[in-house]
């Protein structure tokens, strides 16, 4: 296994920890990236990983794009995430969940966890019994599940994609492909039903590719089918990796606009994706919808100001899609070159080392 340090996801990061309880059954790595614009948050990820490593590449990734995810969302929060290793089907455990609080009170506030891939709000209050540090609980205002807001900001973004790229002011008959229908996936799918547009979908989970057909009357294909069928709009909405060298020159889209974090297997993607003529919403731009809703709730913040910070995502966007437009550089760069002048630029002061 390569050590945090020479691991070619590191990227600076200020901590990696390894959780073990052998008692509670859990092995963990929490990942905090920067904490310059203040405490890191993000969300704990439960997946089945091959090994260790697959875990350490996956929490590196995921916890370097919440810091550009958050400081391009202009929320006072740094980047951090976790992963439990574990199948969230049948591994799940109050005993689990409760040392995962554990290890994350140990880093004292450095890191705020809120819910992910393979875990709920139910989950996150079974870890509040061990930690302050928590987001996205339920309350008498929400029930805690920021998948609505994600989603919408992902649909807000591919409609100011759509008429960006193709001229078009709605989405009337407009071809989206969404990769999973997962709890964000099938929100976006409504929202896309909703509007017009025709939608394709696929999901490794025979029961969401179900629910979506039944409720939404959505016409499910295979993944190979998804990736390299006409279409306007590729979205998406699972696992990271997608976007690489052997899918993207099968792409037959317009325009890619997803919910899933990392879409991009390595930064050279980007580049193939321009020469390509696809225009590449950078991910962490559009889907910030969900951390924008934790963090004001866990403020204490009104719903007028969670909706205004979703809605601002589309603004975002085209303010990105302008610039790079006219610099003829790519979205992602323009993105990059945003959320790393707002790290470096006066902040709060940097969360103090907590003592191991």
């Avoid at 859990?26 to 920067?34: C, R």
């Avoid at 969404?178 to 896309?192: C, D, R, T, Y």
């Avoid at 100001?305 to 303010?319: E, F, H, K, P, Q």
């Avoid at 899609?321 to 790290?343: K, M, N, W, Y």
Wanted: glycine share 10%; hydrophobic share 40%; charged share 20%.
């Amino acid at each position: 296994m390569n050590t945090s340090f020479t691991h070619p996801e590191f990227a600076d990061h200020e901590r990696v920890v390894f959780v073990n309880d052998k008692a509670a059954g859990l092995q963990a790595v929490i990942a905090v990236h920067n904490t310059q614009r203040g405490p890191a948050i993000g969300g704990c990820r439960m997946w089945p990983y091959e090994n260790v490593d697959a875990a350490l590449t996956d929490v590196l990734r995921l916890s370097r794009g919440m810091t550009y995810k958050n400081a391009l969302a202009g929320i006072n929060s740094g980047g951090g995430k976790s992963v439990i290793i574990g199948d969230p089907r049948t591994a799940k455990t109050p005993a689990l969940f409760r040392a995962m609080g554990a290890a994350i009170e140990s880093l004292g506030g450095r890191y705020i966890v809120a819910e992910d891939s393979g875990t709920s709000p139910t989950d996150m209050a079974v870890i509040a019994e061990t930690t302050t540090h928590v987001a996205g609980l339920e309350s008498d205002s929400s029930n805690g599940d920021p998948s609505p807001s994600t989603a919408l900001g992902v649909f807000l973004s591919i409609r100011e994609a759509v008429s960006f790229r193709l001229g078009r002011s709605d989405l009337l008959g407009v071809r989206v492909h969404v990769q999973g229908l997962g709890k964000v996936g099938f929100e976006l799918a409504k929202l896309l039903v909703s509007n017009g547009a025709v939608v394709n979908a696929s999901d490794i989970n025979d029961d969401n590719c179900r629910r979506a057909s039944d409720e939404l009357s959505i016409r499910i294909v295979s993944n190979d089918e998804l990736l390299t069928g006409n279409c306007d709009v590729f979205a998406p909405c699972a696992l990271g990796g997608v976007l690489n060298e052997w899918s993207i020159p099968t792409l037959n889209t317009s325009v890619i606009a997803g919910a899933a974090n990392n879409q991009l297997l390595t930064q050279e993607d980007d580049l193939r994706l321009a020469n390509a003529g696809i225009l590449y919403c950078p991910d962490y731009l559009v889907n910030a919808g969900g951390v924008i809703d934790v963090y004001h709730r866990r403020q204490g913040n009104s719903q007028e100001n969670i909706d205004a910070g979703v809605t601002a995502i589309a603004d975002r966007l085209n303010s990105v899609l302008t610039e790079a437009q006219s610099r003829g550089i790519s979205p992602a760069q323009v993105a990059q070159e945003r959320a790393e002048d707002l790290i470096r630029g006066p902040q709060n002061d940097p969360i103090p080392t907590v003592a191991a």
